[in-house]
């Protein structure tokens, strides 16, 4: 952080978006094509992004902004690496896709064979369709149907893991949106993360019936929530001693917290191994592919090989794999150096300028990943979704669109990670650093939250 850093003093030009954003709602509910693009935790008009380059957006209007978004994690390498689109390019020219087995896809599972701990792997196309598909599997190996998730965690849109607790413990959950039929979330139970009260006594009751409980490796869902010491192990262990599988969802985590994921960071150190991974985002190299593996033997129920469904018209799309693999192959020990270095010098930035600012939050990281909770003076952590959602959202609000309005873009909810890449140079973090201290200063001018209404 070595550069002056330009100050942005007039507003951004929105028009084009606004156009866009008008048209677009004619056309597609809520104008947007995943919910959180649509800014309505946070208010405003979206921006529509015209094109990327390393650590930078540009908008439809010709705003830069800092992303400190990464497309929600898959651009670990910065956006359009050059060696990424010259592989993309190559690809493309050779045709887009066949709808039979090619090279990359083989070379792409051999990269995450050698780089994780699963001894096999399936391509799908997106995080959804690897946590469906894993939990079928689970429960084809198994022959049970209950699977144990947690509260906060975000495994893609699958209608059994859109659910919320029941009202106790142990008993069954409830959809979490309409359309999800009651059938569908009664073989779930959802427990609150990082307890493992809740989860010996959901064994004890159910043990025998538990298919196998699913969790995200690291939260970063309800922003930032790491596991806490050997929660990990004490899921794998207590699966193992139950007949249920763990399944470790490293959508968000894989290849971008460790050269092979949260089970670099706390697998490998605490020794335990999942049953079976789910892997997106940072695999697809910014296009639509996904994974999920794991033991040879579980792998090996899946069709053609075993009597477990599951296919895919574009699984393992050479364009998609050839992206992916290319990324994978440049994420070097050295960019994970670079990230990490990077994420705690931000971090420390961010405590300082909200300091002086007196703006209470929290900081919460795993590995590169962090986020910031705007919770108040007496909360010290935030280990599960209770505590996370005490936030003071109306706080998240102005510090957003302040740092928006000074080129910063950030993810247009209190409750997500902030995303790095290793394109985020001095150049680029200077550009946040500076913004830091007028958005903080904006936030800290919200009130506190009144108690009971957070
Ligand atoms: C941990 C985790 N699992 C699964 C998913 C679903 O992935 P996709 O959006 O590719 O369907 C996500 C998406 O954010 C995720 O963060």
Request: hydrophobic content about 45%.
């Amino acid at each position: 952080m070595s550069q002056p850093a330009p100050s942005s003093a007039s507003p951004l030009v929105t028009s084009a978006s606004g156009d866009l954003f008008a048209r677009a709602q004619a056309v597609t509910p809520g104008g947007v094509n995943s919910p959180v693009r649509a800014f309505n935790a946070v208010g405003g008009t979206p921006r529509f992004i015209e094109s990327a380059r390393g650590p930078y957006l540009t908008d439809v209007d010709g705003n830069e902004y800092v992303d400190l978004v990464a497309s929600w994690g898959p651009m670990l390498l910065g956006h359009a690496h050059p060696e990424v689109l010259g592989a993309v390019s190559e690809a493309v020219a050779r045709g887009t896709s066949y709808g039979t087995p090619t090279r990359p896809e083989v070379e792409l599972a051999e990269e995450i064979v050698a780089r994780t701990p699963v001894e096999k792997v399936r391509l799908v196309s997106s995080g959804t369709e690897a946590t469906m598909s894993a939990i079928r599997l689970a429960r084809g190996f198994t022959g049970r149907e209950l699977v144990v998730k947690f509260a906060g965690c975000y495994h893609g849109h699958v209608d059994s893991l859109l659910a919320s607790a029941g009202s106790g413990l142990a008993t069954f959950a409830v959809p979490g949106t309409p359309g999800v039929p009651a059938a569908s979330t009664a073989a779930t139970l959802v427990l609150p993360y990082n307890d493992t009260g809740a989860v010996e006594a959901v064994f004890e009751e159910h043990g025998d019936a538990i298919a196998c409980v699913i969790t995200e490796a690291a939260p970063g869902n309800m922003g930032v929530v790491p596991p806490a010491p050997a929660f990990n192990a004490f899921l794998a262990e207590t699966c193992t001693r139950h007949g249920a599988l763990f399944v470790s969802d490293e959508v968000m985590t894989g290849f971008r917290v460790t050269r092979s994921g949260q089970w670099g960071l706390d697998g490998a150190v605490e020794g335990w191994r999942p049953d079976l991974v789910t892997f997106g985002k940072v695999m697809g190299g910014g296009f639509p592919a996904a994974a999920f593996g794991g033991r040879a033997d579980v792998m090996g129920m899946l069709s053609p090989e075993g009597p477990v469904y599951q296919a895919g018209t574009l699984s393992g799309n050479p364009v998609a794999t050839t992206a992916g693999l290319a990324t994978l192959r440049l994420a070097t020990d050295e960019v994970y150096r670079h990230l990490d270095t990077t994420s705690l010098a931000l971090q420390e930035e961010v405590g300082k300028a909200f300091r002086a600012a007196g703006l209470p939050h929290l900081v919460q990281s795993n590995g590169n990943m962090f986020s910031v909770f705007f919770v108040e003076e007496d909360v010290t952590a935030v280990p599960n979704f209770e505590v996370a959602s005490t936030q003071n959202l109306e706080r998240f609000k102005v510090f957003f669109h302040a740092m928006l309005e000074q080129g910063v873009y950030l993810p247009p909810s209190a409750f997500e990670a902030w995303f790095l890449s290793a394109a985020h140079d001095d150049r680029a973090l200077d550009r946040v650093v500076a913004a830091l201290p007028a958005a903080a200063r904006a936030a800290a001018a919200v009130p506190a939250t009144p108690e009971g209404a957070r």
